[in-house]
């Protein structure tokens, strides 16, 4: 599967912004979708996932309750909803299809890459 990635741009703190990761190839629906972001001088760190049918999604602890993530298979899309960011959530966002069950979060467990969408946060 082809990922591509886009929605960034500059946000204010406390605002919200939706990344969108379009798909192509592959069996769409058979991939867990996850998010991760690298900000500069960081490692790779996981954000969100959810399984292929959208039924379950998994976090990482300090963007539960701001983000969400949500999958259209009908539409190939995978979504993610920043709400009340801060500036710590600057970075490079990625989104990345895996055929691991149960949500994997390690950047190995992840075959397909987008090219990455910057998120700017002003404070």
């Known amino acids: 599967v082809q990922l591509q990635a886009s929605g960034g741009g500059l946000v204010q703190a406390g605002g919200s912004l939706r990344l969108s990761c379009a798909a192509s190839?592959?069996?769409?629906?058979?991939?867990?979708m996850g998010w991760f972001r690298q900000a500069p001088g960081k490692e790779r760190e996981f954000i969100a996932a959810?399984?292929?049918?959208?039924?379950?999604?998994y976090y990482e602890d300090s963007v539960k309750g701001r983000f969400t993530i949500s999958r259209d298979n009908a539409k190939k899309m995978v979504y993610l909803q920043l709400n009340n960011v801060k500036p710590e959530d600057t970075a490079v966002y990625y989104c990345?299809?895996?055929?691991?069950?149960?949500?994997?979060?390690?950047?190995?467990?992840?075959?397909?890459w987008g090219q990455g969408t910057l998120v700017t946060v002003s404070s």
């Open positions: 990345a299809g895996s055929t691991k069950p149960f949500g994997p979060r390690r950047p190995d467990e992840y075959l397909a």
């Open positions: 959810v399984t292929g049918n959208g039924g379950t999604t």
């Open positions: 190839g592959g069996t769409f629906s058979r991939h867990v």
